[in-house]
């Protein structure tokens, strides 16, 4: 797990905070307000922190999260200067004292029970080690993209697959020690590489490696994206496109995921004679991002070799 600075690095846990909230952004000052107001209204007892991680901002996000880490005594601002979603979550990780973490994008606005919901999501399943939570869309007028709103409870035994968009990374909770047997977040792949799917990834990863989760929808976000039906949500859609891909790719290669992968893939490419244009695009650029994957991972084994 590559690591950028973090100010300051505890990585301890402390009995004083049983849950860490974690919101990630760079150069969204202008939007940040809404999420960070919803944060201070998150009335709890029980112990947590809000962690803010400027991910490389070069706007004036770095005076906000100070004016806003000076009114609310929760807070810790984290610096991870590198670019990079997982760069930044990684930030999070080394530096969180809760040893369950939460991740939520900064865009999105906690429900007021938020950190009641996560902690009773795990304490409701002493063994498990992550939860995902419905991600409702805040203006009816934004594309219904990039949002969860089973009300049904959804169970992940250890050795999952976690299918791609069934957990969202805008709404995750991890316990810390899960995150750290895995070695952090991927940092080769999510927003900022060509693969974005780095969600998934840790999800699947910390199932293979013998965790149980959940999908448990009393935890809650709502999204506000401000996406509009146009040329920067039919990118947006290539690129999770490229992600499944690529996620597929990987974990084809691991003997103990192919077959998980493989029902899945069925699922969704087993309707070939019912399929749409849209959905013929969103397969050929699957089949792109598997393929850019795995140059890229002969490339990087070849330059090692």
Known sequence: ???DEVSPCTGRSDPTCAVSVAVCTRNRSAQLQPTLDALQAMPSAIAHEILLVDNGSTDDSAAVLARFAAVCGRV????APTPGLTRARNCALQAARGDIIAFIDDDCYVSPGFVDDVWSAFADRPDCDFVGGRVLLY???????????????ESYPPGSVIPSGAIHGANMAFRRSALERIGGFDEQLGPGTPFNCEDADALTRVSLSGGSGAYD???????????????????????YAAGRGAFAAKYLLRRKSRAGVLRQLYWLWGRSSNWHERERVHRMHETRGAIHYLAARLRAKVSHS
Do not use: W
């Open 1 to 3: 797990m590559n690591m």
């Open 76 to 79: 810790r601002v984290l610096h």
């Open 139 to 153: 203006d009816p007028a934004d594309a219904p993209v990039t949002i969860a709103t089973s009300t049904a409870t």
């Open 217 to 239: 929808p009393r935890v809650t976000v709502h999204h506000h994206h401000r996406r509009r039906p146009g040329a920067e949500l039919d990118g947006l859609q290539v690129s």
